[in-house]
Nanobody, 115 residues
Framework: QVEESGGGLVQPGGSLRLSCSAS???????MGWFRRAPGKQREEVAS???????NYSDSVKDRFEISRDNSKNTIYLQMNSLKSEDTGVYYC????????????WGQGTQVTVSS
């Protein structure tokens, strides 16, 4: 129901673009990206509402950009100036019914930032 793609290995300072598609629903109010870094709890890094309102964690602000294509129920996370601390498993979360994170998660995609 929720499918991510685009992870991989990148050097510090590099860029990656993640995609998340949730095609089962016609309308989705909340879509967001979370990550779980090694040894840490999962945290929300970016989210976008159906009207395009975005939120970012302080750790990724000005480096990451979330965007959305409502016609495809797809979101993207453009990650620039990547740092080693951005390493982790990135998960997509969607909530068709409300403006906060919901119960639907993707399987996760690994992002590794290393030289």
């Amino acid at each position: 129901q929720v499918e991510e793609s685009g992870g991989g290995l990148v050097q510090p300072g590099g860029s990656l673009r993640l995609s998340c598609s949730a095609s089962v629903w016609r309308h989705i109010l909340y879509m967001g990206w979370f990550r779980r870094a090694p040894g840490k709890q999962r945290e929300e890094v970016a989210s976008i509402s159906v009207v395009g309102t975005t939120n970012y964690s302080d750790s990724v602000k000005d480096r990451f950009e979330i965007s959305r294509d409502n016609s495809k129920n797809t979101i993207y996370l453009q990650m620039n100036s990547l740092k080693s601390e951005d390493t982790g498993v990135y998960y997509c979360n969607v909530n068709p019914y409300g403006g906060r994170p919901g119960e639907f998660w993707g399987q996760g995609t690994q992002v590794t930032v290393s030289s």
